[in-house]
Nanobody, 121 residues
């Protein structure tokens, strides 16, 4: 599975931003999709996940109520909608895919190259 993120950039605090992740290649096993982020100088952390049919969304407590994950209707594109952004959301955001990833404890086999988000105060 090949993953390509897009949509990062520099935004002001309290604004919104939508990241996209397009999945291609061997997606016939309907992998779970996840979003992770790595803030500057910190380890990568889980943001949220969704299953291939666009249901069963899980979000980290740090973003719950502000971030959601969605899936396009007819395309293999997943979104991370980020609202009310805070400076602490500054990070490189990665999308990931893997069969039964959620059941395996959010363990993913395929990763995108990442897209940088900077939130200015």
């Amino acid at each position: 599975v090949d993953l390509m993120e897009s949509g990062g950039g520099l935004v002001q605090a309290r604004s919104s931003l939508r990241l996209s992740c397009e999945a291609s290649g061997r997606t016939e096993n309907n992998p779970d999709m996840g979003w992770f982020r790595q803030p500057p100088g910190k380890e990568r952390e889980f943001v949220g996940s969704i299953n291939w049919n666009g249901r069963d969304m899980f979000m980290a407590d740090s973003v719950k109520g502000r971030f959601t994950i969605g899936k396009s209707v007819n395309k293999n594109i997943f979104y991370l909608q980020m609202n009310d952004l805070k400076p602490e959301d500054t990070a490189v955001y990665y999308c990931a895919a893997g069969p039964f990833a959620v059941a395996r404890g959010q363990r993913y086999d395929y990763w995108g190259q990442g897209t940088r988000v900077v939130v200015a105060s």
